[in-house]
């Protein structure tokens, strides 16, 4: 088993050694796998590497302003007519979360793995995954660093991204001593914290709160309320205009109810299948109950798609999380 020191000289000696990157994440982008991706394509600039950067779906709008997101290809809209031989994958707990980008991977694709999901099955040729990492752009942080690059406003900014959306603005326990080293560092590199922190985890679009008010009017709690959930169904999504990108937060609401355990929301989908996302106060693995579903996670937040329909999943997934409580 190789130190961390040593994945990152191996992700260092891959970068270096080869040319014209793919760079993925995981489908449904958040914070940190858009800050990722976009470091990681800063990173290849500098070293006058060639690479494309794409994802399966839209990047939230709030992410706009990061260096070079308008590059950050979709999928259903951009798609490359070539594949390509040297992947990098970033922040995919598994191999199946990087969706259909896998379709631009040739038979002979080398595959950079860098996460830090305590999931992760290191299904790279090469990997770099460090579960007690924040964030993935923490990784990346330590990775930039054994290169003789120099810091600029744009590329902090990206790490400092990743590290505010991953860690709840710096409030959840994954928030450690290293993480606000960093942050202090990018700071002084130019970044301007108040204004992220207002972007990225304050400002609310109005079909936020439409969708928010439609999901907290199904708020549901097992007798002994150590359970909580709501769920939102595409109807609602149409009603109030809202995307996938207004959802996120929601399931912090149920979890933060006073005297709950595990908060979930439930997304159920047009296919007939619903996403259940779960946020745990700590005394439960929600990574351990999300990879019993197919999903993974952290051990207090994790999430995982299930075929059926909503009221049976959710009979279901509130049977399972009560055993395991």
């Known amino acids: 088993m190789l130190t961390y020191e040593q994945e990152l000289q191996q992700a260092k000696q891959f970068l270096l050694e080869h040319d014209d990157y793919l760079i993925v994440s995981h489908v449904q982008p958040d914070g940190d796998a858009v800050s990722s991706t976009l470091a990681v394509g800063w990173l290849l600039s500098r070293l006058g590497k060639k690479f494309v950067m794409i994802n399966e779906g839209v990047i939230p709008k709030r992410m706009q302003f990061l260096w070079h997101a308008d590059e950050l ?38 595959l950079l793995n860098i996460d830090h999901h305590p999931t992760n099955d290191r299904y790279g040729h090469v990997n770099v995954v460090l579960p007690e990492a924040a964030a993935t752009a923490e990784i990346l942080y330590d990775l930039l660093n054994s290169f003789d690059v120099e810091w600029d406003a744009d590329i902090a900014s990206a790490i400092y991204t990743g590290l505010l959306t991953d860690t709840g603005g710096f409030r959840y326990s994954n928030t450690s001593s290293k ?5 202090s560092e990018l700071l002084s590199h130019g970044v301007n914290g108040p204004d992220l922190a207002e972007s990225l985890l304050e400002e609310m679009t109005l079909p ?24 939102v169904t595409p109807e609602q999504m149409r009603e109030t205009g809202a995307v996938n990108e207004d959802l996120e937060g929601i399931v912090n609401y149920p979890r933060n109810i006073q005297g709950v355990e595990v908060g979930i929301l439930f997304k159920s989908l047009e296919s007939g299948a619903v996403k259940a996302s779960f946020r745990s106060a700590g005394h439960v693995d929600v990574a351990a109950l999300a990879q019993s579903f197919g999903g993974g996670g952290h051990v207090r937040a994790a999430a995982c798609r299930i075929e059926g329909d909503l009221q049976s999943v959710i009979t279901q997934v509130v049977e399972v999380v009560k055993k395991a409580l």
């Open 73 to 110: 290809l979709d999928m259903s809209v951009n798609r490359p007519k070539r594949k390509f031989d040297n992947i990098i994958c970033v922040d995919c707990a598994d191999f199946q979360r990087v969706g259909r980008t896998q379709e631009l991977f040739s038979e002979q694709s080398l």
């Open 179 to 183: 993480v606000m080293g960093i942050a």
């Open 208 to 231: 936020q709160i439409k969708v928010l008010v439609q999901a907290l009017n199904t708020l549901q709690m097992t007798d002994d309320g150590r359970i909580a959930w709501v769920f």
